[in-house]
């Protein structure tokens, strides 16, 4: 399943920690609502780290919109506030809002879901599946929605409430508020997007996911290769470099033909700066390697030399783009 199957409308982004997750949930969100479409962006673990992206006040427990885009196309963010969510879960099921409020005045809510954890997840995914299904006029709200996730640590438990509910309920609203959750986290509408690193921990941990996601029936999507380094020096010597085989002897003739500087520590540490680039870029590529053998979709976003702005997330989601367009194609 890539990242734009004409069925996916529920567009879950995991991956380990410092993998960019938070990045590339943006920048998805703002390829997918080009051409006029409308997408909503969910954070779900309080970090506030899409208001930071996008430059804009704490994100309330609201949709708010935080960017246009191509053709009055439209991204609104919601920070999912857990405490928020389980009085909107009592007001629905058993009419209790006002009782919900003394409830939180009382700390009871906090109480509620440190004895029974599992509950947060069912209230997060739970409103996930709100914004998805949600209609008006007979129409989705929404074209799609992008989950800015758990890391792929937890990103089965979060995602497989079924399993977590079943300490909590056998029968009752939460049991069916699970069930119909479950019915739209395994359909067709959903995709699990994983971002890596081409990195030791990272790409082992998104083989790790993959295998925990498809073991729970959650559908499994792209792989994001993210902050994906270009090549410094020519491919041809490339592997001679990593294996070390570059001196300063190498570049003195060339810096000498521009005439540049270059006494012989300058050119021994510059040939020792082009080795460490050779290793690090050889090592990366040997990772490709296992990040094909996943054998899902697969795209790669660019290192930024400069901070993560919202110019420069318009730019990886026009690489995003890209990667709709041909995976549409395919």
């Known amino acids: 399943m890539s990242l734009q199957s004409s069925s996916v409308r529920c567009h879950i982004v995991t991956g380990k920690g410092g993998t960019g997750k938070t990045t590339v949930a943006a920048a998805l969100a703002l390829a997918l609502a080009a051409d006029g479409r409308h997408v909503l962006l969910i954070e779900t673990e309080g970090r506030q780290g899409i208001a930071q992206i996008f430059d804009t ?16 196309g439209e991204v609104k963010a919601l920070a999912i506030d857990v405490e928020a969510a389980f009085l909107e879960y009592l007001d629905m099921f058993y009419n209790l809002k006002r009782a919900g409020r003394a409830l939180r005045k009382m700390g009871a809510v906090d109480f509620a879901t440190a004895i029974a954890p599992g509950l947060r997840d069912v209230l997060l995914t739970g409103k996930i599946k709100e914004a998805v299904s949600r209609r ?34 056998r029968s009752g609203p939460i049991k ?61 010597s490339l592997t001679r470099t990593s294996e070390g085989r570059l001196t300063g002897a190498d ?8 005439a540049l500087p270059g006494g012989p520590d300058v ?15 050889v090592a990366q ?45 395919a």
Request: net charge negative; with cysteine.
């Open 267 to 281: 050119v021994a540490g510059l040939a020792a700066e082009a080795v460490e680039h050779a290793q690090r870029w």
């Open 57 to 72: 006040p704490p994100l309330p427990y609201e949709e708010r919109r935080v960017a246009v885009t191509r053709g009055g």
């Open 285 to 329: 590529d040997a990772l490709r390697g296992e990040v094909e053998a996943f054998g899902r979709p697969t795209v790669e976003l660019p290192l930024s030399v400069g901070p993560i702005d919202v110019g420069c997330l318009f730019e990886l989601a026009g690489r995003l783009e890209g990667h709709l367009s041909t995976e549409a194609a």
């Open 176 to 236: 069916t508020q699970s069930d119909g959750v479950m019915a739209v986290l395994r359909s067709p509408q959903t995709a699990v997007h994983l971002v890596t690193l081409l990195e030791d921990m990272p790409v082992q941990e998104t083989a790790d996911a993959i295998r925990d996601l498809t073991a729970a029936g959650l559908p499994v999507g792209s792989v994001v290769v993210n902050m994906a380094a270009e090549p410094l020096l020519p491919a041809a």
């Open 251 to 258: 570049l003195a003739p060339a810096l000498a033909a521009a």
């Open 136 to 169: 008006r006029e007979g129409r989705h709200v929404y074209d799609a929605v992008v989950v800015d996730a758990p890391p792929t640590g937890r990103i089965t438990r979060f995602l497989n409430v079924t399993g977590e509910v079943a300490g909590l309920a």
